[in-house]
């Protein structure tokens, strides 16, 4: 209920009551100049600003929100003794189990305690299961560069999961990482006919306006991280001699999981020839334009996106941090058949004023999702774009 000031005795305002926020401040110290206990919850801090100058106490609207502790990261790290990572599962794995420590696809990774790189990395899949995982066997000269980004590209082309967030700071290789996956699980694998990438239009500092052109102009510019990422993937690939080589002469591996007598789970791989598949396909993936014109890759604005349903297609959302669990549930829920959708972010690097690290959709989302069956995330924290990148993100 607003109170409206109808009284010359009221306390005076260093503002007016020109607007419905000024008129609540109004009602909230009037409430509390009467003796109540008077407390102002809002997500809009100019406004938990104007209250505190008042004297009123303040709090952010904290529904749905997870603090920097106990977000869920997707992984946990076990040191053993070295001769522990010998066995085919450490004994430290069915500890977790009797300890209920693990949710559904969380990683585990097995150090040896003296050696940090000296590890090992399972999935949990239910049970007294886990999975190992290995360095998948892409057609490109890539691969991972350190444990987090392996356990992303398990759960990046693992068809079972449907839903995957990688969260981190800069330059841990999160974008890198999806597009790699999604543009190998598009042209190589054919597991999904298009690779759809989007991100939201949040500058990073003040906007200098509006761009020139048409809607895919205005997008290149926003899209120039995917383009740059891209790049790198294509000049790989196109460089690998195995890209020349027809689809049907590559062979393709399928896995084939099996229990031992303690429900432990191995992977093992058979060849596939996919003779239903073109015979004139080529591995070679060209440049990003020719990728967009052949209905390869679309990029496309967040804006736009309520309303659709998309099928058989690889979704990558970038630069979700700066989303809203409401728009992340909206553009969740526009997976259709067949498809899988990526998000990837910094919570720590939001340019939003509205969300921060404990609110924001990316956060949320991943929480929310913890334990389902089709979902997996990964959070990366080892940078592998610079030295000076890497101290960058421990110093400021």
């Known amino acids: 209920v607003i109170f409206i000031p109808n009284d010359e005795k009221l306390p005076d305002l260093p503002f007016y009551l020109n607007c419905n926020d000024?008129?609540?401040?109004?009602?909230?110290?009037?409430?509390k100049q009467e003796g109540n206990d008077v407390r102002f919850i809002s997500k809009d801090i100019n406004a938990r600003v104007k209250a505190d100058a008042l004297g009123i106490r303040t709090e952010d609207y904290k529904k749905e929100s997870i603090s920097a502790d106990e977000y869920y990261k997707g992984w946990i790290n076990v040191d053993v003794p070295a001769v522990e990572l010998k066995r085919d599962f450490p004994t430290i794995l069915d500890k977790l189990v009797d300890e209920k420590a693990l949710a559904i696809n969380e990683f585990v990774l097995v150090t040896s305690q003296h050696n940090p790189y000296n590890y090992r990395v399972f999935r949990y899949l239910?049970?007294?299961?886990?999975?190992?995982?290995?360095?998948?066997?892409?057609?490109?000269?890539?691969?991972?560069?350190?444990?987090?980004?392996?356990?992303?590209?398990?759960?990046?082309?693992?068809?079972?999961?449907d839903f995957v967030t990688l969260l981190g700071p800069a330059g841990t290789g999160k974008t890198f990482i999806a597009l790699l996956a999604g543009l190998h699980e598009v042209l190589v694998a054919e597991a999904y006919q298009k690779l759809l990438v989007s991100r939201p239009v949040i500058p990073l500092g003040p906007d200098i306006g509006y761009l020139?052109?048409?809607?895919?102009?205005?997008?290149?510019?926003?899209?120039?991280?995917i383009f740059d990422n891209a790049e790198v993937i294509m000049h790989a690939a196109n460089k690998s001699k195995s890209t020349h080589m027809s689809y049907d002469e590559q062979p393709h591996e399928e896995h084939e999981s099996s229990s031992d007598?303690?429900?432990?789970?191995?992977?093992?791989?058979?060849?596939?020839?996919?003779?239903?598949?073109?015979?004139?396909?080529?591995?070679?993936?060209?440049?990003?334009?020719?990728?967009?014109?052949?209905?390869?890759l679309s990029l496309e604005a967040i804006t736009y996106m309520r309303g659709r349903s998309i099928p058989y297609q690889y979704i990558l959302f970038d630069e979700v941090q700066n989303l809203s669990p409401h728009e992340v549930?909206?553009?969740?829920s526009r997976v259709g058949q067949g498809s899988k959708i990526v998000m990837c972010g910094d919570p720590s690097q939001i340019d939003s004023p509205y969300l921060d690290f404990s609110s924001n959709g990316l956060v949320i989302g991943s929480d929310k999702f913890k334990g389902q069956s089709l979902f997996a995330t990964v959070y990366l924290e080892v940078s592998e774009r610079s030295a000076l990148s890497r101290l960058a993100g421990e110093l400021l």
């Open 261 to 296: 007598a303690h429900g432990h789970q191995h992977t093992t791989f058979k060849k596939n020839k996919h003779k239903h598949r073109g015979k004139d396909k080529k591995a070679s993936i060209g440049n990003v334009h020719d990728l967009i014109h052949h209905g390869k």
């Open 212 to 225: 020139p052109g048409d809607v895919q102009e205005k997008l290149q510019t926003w899209m120039q991280p």
């Open 329 to 332: 549930k909206t553009l969740i």
């Open 126 to 161: 239910g049970g007294r299961h886990f999975r190992i995982v290995h360095d998948p066997l892409l057609k490109w000269p890539l691969k991972s560069r350190n444990a987090q980004q392996l356990m992303a590209l398990d759960a990046l082309l693992d068809p079972t999961l």
């Open 22 to 31: 000024n008129k609540i401040l109004f009602t909230a110290l009037v409430k």
